[in-house]
């Protein structure tokens, strides 16, 4: 478990290195630039839609890094390094899950605001909209992490990862862009046990997917 922080700080630090942190950002205020332009400068429609198309934005953020989450030190052997040390793979998956969440979670969570300006968002839809993604990006990251397991050694494994992530996405979008319209709670509850779910299976789940692609 020690080298737990260790690993993390090693993947995150790649992340940067590579832009990755950077370019979920850079994805996210380009959609909302270019949104209005493609339904017109309505503020209502804007305000009612421009929730919607962030978090459908934010899905395809999480997705840009996911050909460099696994597969980079599965070719290379540093995942056969860290497991001659000892490190077991559901460890390194759950260090990987943790600096892939802090690559694109907390700076997309920043970015919404001049992205939700854009959009002619409400201070109340902001709120919603945040406190949605903050409960369904560690969702995403573990999404993006699993299937990124599931493919590295494919061919084309970013453009499969994508196929197969998007389908199992379909939930979080629901429920996270439901709850900007839902005054209950419900929706962010269940956002936040789909999320809950996600993140507990992903480490088992990327875990037996590196080890079966050493066998």
């Known amino acids: 478990m020690s080298a737990l922080p260790a690993l993390i700080a090693r993947d995150a630090a790649l992340a940067w290195r590579s832009g990755g942190l950077w370019l979920p950002v850079a994805f996210l205020l380009l959609v909302a ?47 056969d390094q860290l497991v001659l040390r000892g490190i077991g793979d559901e460890l390194i998956a759950v260090a990987k ?50 299937v990124s397991a599931l493919t590295a050694g494919l061919r084309s494994s970013g453009a499969l990862a994508g196929l197969l992530a998007l389908p199992l996405a379909v939930p979080l979008l629901i429920f996270g862009a439901g709850s900007l319209g839902d005054h209950s709670g419900s929706a962010l509850k269940l956002l936040a046990a789909c999320s809950l779910l996600l993140v507990g299976i992903t480490p088992f789940a990327a875990g037996a997917a590196m080890r079966a692609g050493r066998e």
């Open 33 to 79: 630039a270019l949104f209005p332009f493609a339904v017109g400068p309505d503020a209502a429609l804007l305000a009612r839609t421009g929730g919607g198309m962030l978090w459908i934005a934010a899905l395809l953020a999480s997705l840009l890094p996911v050909d460099r989450l696994v597969a980079p030190d599965r070719d290379s052997g540093v995942l």
């Open 97 to 146: 899950l943790v600096a892939h969440w802090l690559g694109f979670g907390p700076p997309l969570m920043v970015a919404v605001v001049p992205a939700a300006a854009l959009l002619k968002l409400n201070g109340g839809t902001i709120a919603t909209l945040e406190l949605g993604l903050l409960l369904g990006t560690p969702a995403l990251a573990a999404l993006g992490l699993m």
